[in-house]
């Protein structure tokens, strides 16, 4: 059992396809842990992204993933990290899998509709980030 953490970015959430994404992730057999709709401020999102702080499309990231509302949540099953990375797709829609969430929702690599941790030590880091015991304990 793994958990790993999962963000519907805000253009997901403006799209009006949170449900439909939530879906993916039950088909795959994958179990919501914990989930939460919230409006991220520019330091948070600054913080849950600072290893990008230095590239050139850190200052754009952060003001898209502050031009709505997210919905984070915790995803929960047998390596649960790759099947949220699969179910995804590629970062950059144009060469996402066929199938994917972002090969179907997203509109550019600033875009891309999701976010999902990409290792065990930054699922811990990012699930403690936005969850304390109480809500993970369910
Ligand atoms: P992923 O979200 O697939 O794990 P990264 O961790 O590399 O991708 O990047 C974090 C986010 O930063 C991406 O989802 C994307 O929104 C944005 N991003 C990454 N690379 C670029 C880029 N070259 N240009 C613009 N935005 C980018
Ligand atoms: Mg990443």
Redesign the pocket.
Known sequence: MQRTLSIIKPDGVAKNVIGQIVSRFEADGLRIAAMRMMQLSEREAGAF?AV?KD?P?FK??VSFMVSGPVVVMVLEGDDAILRNRNL?GA?NPAEADAGTIRADFADS??A?TV??S?APETAAQEIRFFFGERELSA
Request: no cysteine; hydrophobic share 30%; aromatic share 14%.
């Open positions: 992204y990008h590239r499309f754009d990231l995804m970062t690599i600033d891309n976010h999902g990409d």
